[in-house]
């Protein structure tokens, strides 16, 4: 009997890689061997980035190993210490960036309607010791950028975007990429564009891009001549190669996370208490993250519930970011009280769900997830093993 599971019984991950055309690739893999230039600023890093910064209107795009390592190195070279200001409901690493140099995270509450950051609760949490903010563009959708520009430069706060989840989204027609100081994307193997593992740094500002490109190379300015304390935060070859190449079919992943989002629409906005979150027709979006919110009170079903019962079905959609940063270590220990006011944030904690999306995932994928749901939802009470969808 073959090991290899069956299509029918393989999982379905929120997150499963988008991948472009395969001999694009293994071409280019090719022509990295033969040059024998694996790292350090190679042809291909070094195109990746002016396709990127071509793409987001912008004048550099530093090339990072990841996002998280985008972040440190983007913070440190604006100068951030003390305290900043950033949402509790994103990844982890939004506020492990920060901590991981001692610069305390300060959480504020999100926006129930939009997910981000609800910029009238920015300024009480101000203090002496607040040296920036760092706000999220969760799913893509750009956060509050004028009213945090607003409070930013009223009380002479840098401000810098975690942008991992928005490559390829707009905000008032301009490509994210081009707010703040500074915006980090990620490229991530989860994420809309994958380089294996990686990130940028974009910016318009000539000085921080060329500290940035510094910090990345243990602040090497030349072939023996350090001037900045740095850390090894390089893209390598084959991710610039894989990025290049994914960039290629960018349209092509576009349009399947569309057809995926509008076909649950269709099927989930007909359930009471199911709630997608909309990505309004005015921007570009790059569809990669299908966000329904789970009202119990209508559903009669919890979204835990409802989780345990996708896993069941090999559905592994997930409770993106439960429980919160402020309910994760060392946050729960060393800011205590953070729950009590972050009352929108635990409450989509408990609320929200991703489902699968991305070019591995079929129409017909998503009508048997759509119908999972809905049969879980009409039969919550019979045992698990009467939950048919055949
Ligand atoms: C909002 C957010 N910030 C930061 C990161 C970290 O990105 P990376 O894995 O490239 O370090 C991720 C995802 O991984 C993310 O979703």
Same mark, same amino acid.
């Given at each position: 009997m073959s090991s290899i599971p069956s299509p029918s019984t393989e999982l379905m991950h929120v997150g499963r890689p988008n991948i472009g055309k395969r001999e694009s690739l293994l071409s280019r893999i090719d022509d990295i061997l033969d040059r024998r230039w694996l790292s350090n600023n190679g042809k291909y890093v070094r195109e990746f980035e002016v396709r990127v910064a071509e793409?987001?209107?912008?004048?550099? @795009?530093?090339?990072? @190993?990841?996002?998280?390592?985008?972040?440190?190195?983007?913070?440190?070279? %604006?100068? !951030?210490?003390?305290?900043?200001?950033?949402? #509790?409901?994103? *990844?982890?690493?939004?506020?492990?960036? !920060?901590?991981?140099?001692?610069?305390?995270?300060?959480? @504020?509450?999100?926006?129930?309607?939009?997910?981000?950051?609800?910029?009238?609760?920015?300024?009480?949490?101000?203090?002496?010791?607040?040296?920036g903010i760092l706000g999220v563009h969760l799913w893509g959708r750009a956060c509050a950028v004028e009213a945090l520009g607003e409070i930013a430069s009223r009380h002479r706060l840098q401000?810098? *975007?975690? /942008? #991992?989840?928005? *490559?390829?989204? #707009?905000?008032?027609?301009?490509?994210?990429?081009?707010?703040?100081?500074?915006?980090?994307f #990620?490229?991530? /193997?989860?994420? *809309?564009?994958?380089?294996?593992?990686?990130?940028?740094?974009?910016?318009?500002?000539?000085?921080?891009?060329q500290k940035m490109r510094m910090m990345k190379n243990f602040g090497f300015t030349g072939y023996d001549c350090v001037e900045y304390l740095g850390i090894n935060g390089k893209m390598n070859e084959i991710s610039a190669a894989m990025g290049l190449t994914n960039l290629e079919s960018i349209e092509k992943f576009v349009a399947i996370n569309r057809r995926n989002y509008e076909l649950y629409r269709e099927r989930l906005a007909v359930l009471p208490g199911v709630e997608l979150i909309d990505y309004?027709?005015?921007?570009r979006w790059n569809y990669q993250y299908v966000v329904v919110e789970i009202d119990e009170a209508k559903t009669g079903v919890s979204r835990?519930? %409802?989780?345990?019962?996708?896993?069941?079905?090999?559905?592994?959609a997930r409770r993106y970011f439960h429980p919160g940063c402020h309910r994760m270590e060392p946050y729960a220990s060393r800011y205590p009280g953070h729950s009590v006011i972050l009352p929108h944030t635990e409450f989509l904690c408990s609320r929200v769900l991703i489902l699968p999306t991305g070019m591995s995932v079929s129409t017909d994928d998503v009508k048997r997830v759509c119908d999972i749901i809905r049969c879980t939802l009409g039969v919550i009470a019979a045992p698990l093993s009467a939950v048919t969808t055949e």
């Open positions: 793409l987001l209107g912008v004048k550099h @795009c530093v090339a990072m @190993c990841n996002a998280t390592v985008g972040l440190e190195i983007a913070t440190r070279a %604006l100068g !951030l210490h003390g305290e900043v200001i950033v949402p #509790s409901f994103t *990844f982890v690493a939004t506020a492990h960036c !920060l901590q991981w140099q001692e610069i305390t995270p300060v959480f @504020c509450d999100v926006d129930p309607r939009t997910h981000n950051m609800d910029p009238a609760k920015i300024e009480h949490l101000i203090t002496p010791r607040t040296t401000l810098l *975007f975690d /942008a #991992s989840h928005a *490559f390829g989204c #707009s905000h008032t027609g301009k490509m994210i990429g081009g707010f703040g100081r500074a915006e980090v #990620s490229f991530h /193997a989860t994420k *809309f564009i994958n380089t294996l593992e990686g990130g940028v740094v974009a910016t318009n500002d000539d000085t921080l891009a309004p027709d005015t921007e835990d519930a %409802l989780v345990e019962h996708l896993h069941a079905k090999g559905i592994m």
